[in-house]
C-alpha cells in the first residue's frame, strides 16, 4: 500500500488569552509544547511540518531559533484558528500534497505513532477527512485531503474548519484510538496544572 504524501502545520498563532501567557512556551516533558510537538511531527510520516504563527511569535522564535525557516506568520491571527490554517495551507503550497495534518497547539498530548496511525488510515481509505477518536468521542489532529483546500480556503472565518467537517460529516472515518490524549485540550491554567504539572509530565 503506498502511503499518501500528509504535510503537517502545527497551529500556534493564537493569543492565549485564556491561558495568561504563550502555550506554545509551556514546559512540558522537559521541553515546550511547541518544541514537543514539532519533534514528534518531524520525526513521523508526515512529507513536511510546518508551524503558523501570529501573536507572541518574535518572543517564541526567540526562544525556539530552529523554527524560524519552519514558520508562516499569520497577521490575520486575531481572526481565529481557521485564519491560521488558512495562512498555512496557501503559504504551503499544495503540489504533490494529498492531505494535511492539522496540528494544535493546545493539544500537546500527542506522539509519533498516533500521527503514524492517522497516516495510515488516511492512506489506506478514500475519506476526506480523519478524525482519532476516544471513547467514540472525536479530537485531534485531524487530517483533510486535498480535494477540501478549496473549501477550507473559501470558508467564513467565523465558522471555522467546523462548517467543512459538518458539510462532509457522513464520508468521515473516525479513527478509534488507545489514545485520551487526543482529547485533552490545554487551554487554561487549571487545565495545564491538572493535565500536566499533576501528571509529572512538564
Known sequence: MPMKT???????AGKSERMGRP???????????????????????LADVKVVLGHHAE????ALPEMKDRSFINPNYEAGQLSSLQCGLRQLGTVGI??????????PLIHRDLI?????????????IVIPSF?????????????????????????????????????????????PGVLIDIDTPDAYDE???SLGKA
Open 23 to 45: 502555550k506554545a512556551l509551556l514546559p512540558i516533558f522537559g521541553e515546550c509544547f511547541l518544541a514537543h510537538v514539532f519533534s514528534e511531527a518531524v520525526h513521523s510520516n
Open 135 to 179: 471513547g467514540h468521542r472525536g479530537g485531534h489532529p485531524m487530517i483533510f485531503a486535498a480535494e477540501l483546500f478549496g473549501e477550507l480556503l473559501a470558508a467564513p472565518l467565523d465558522k471555522g474548519a467546523v462548517s467543512v467537517v459538518r458539510k462532509h460529516q457522513h464520508e468521515i472515518l473516525h479513527l478509534e484510538v488507545n489514545e
Open 59 to 62: 518572543r517564541i522564535l526567540q
Open 195 to 197: 493535565q500536566i504539572v
Open 116 to 128: 503514524n496511525q492517522l497516516v495510515e488510515a488516511f492512506s489506506r481509505n478514500d475519506a476526506p
Open 6 to 12: 500528509v504535510a503537517g502545520l502545527i497551529l500556534a
Open 98 to 107: 494529498d492531505g494535511v495534518m492539522v496540528l494544535l497547539i493546545d493539544h
